[in-house]
């Protein structure tokens, strides 16, 4: 189970600390990617995080912005969001997938992540 916390409404240049809670499984081997649906958009990849390694990647649009961060003790994955743009308005979902060889890791395919939150709302006024 995934489950998304930490939305809000905020205005343009604040902050949000978005938590993804996993359940009933290990992030060990697993890639975990945040992604971002803006009213009447397709859903993209913002940043995810590869718990095998620790490595990270960030969308252009939100580098130096948005940070990933993990906590394996709480099997806990966060984005946080600074200098929020109205642009940043939308639902934000938390995605887990084992990570392989050829993973589309910014695919919002359940063959690459199977596990899905429910997604949590952000609203950036200007």
């Known amino acids: 189970q995934v489950v998304e916390s930490g939305g809000g409404f905020v205005q343009s240049g604040g902050s949000l600390r978005l938590s993804c809670s996993i359940e009933?499984?290990?992030?060990?081997?697993?890639?975990i990617t945040w992604f971002h649906q803006a009213p009447g958009k397709e859903r993209l990849g913002v940043s995810y995080?590869?718990?095998?390694?620790?490595?990270?990647w960030y969308r252009n649009s939100v580098k130096g912005r948005f940070t990933i961060s993990r906590d394996n003790a709480k099997n806990s994955i966060y984005l946080q969001m600074n200098m929020l743009k109205s642009e940043d308005t939308g639902v934000y979902y938390c995605?887990?997938?084992?990570?392989?060889?050829?993973?589309?890791?910014?695919?919002?395919?359940?063959?690459?992540?199977?596990?899905w939150g429910q997604g949590t709302q952000v609203t950036v006024s200007t």
């Open positions: 009933g499984f290990s992030l060990d081997n697993y890639v």
């Open positions: 995605a887990a997938g084992r990570w392989r060889q050829g993973m589309s890791l910014l695919s919002p395919d359940l063959e690459d992540y199977p596990y």
């Open positions: 995080i590869k718990n095998t390694d620790g490595s990270t």
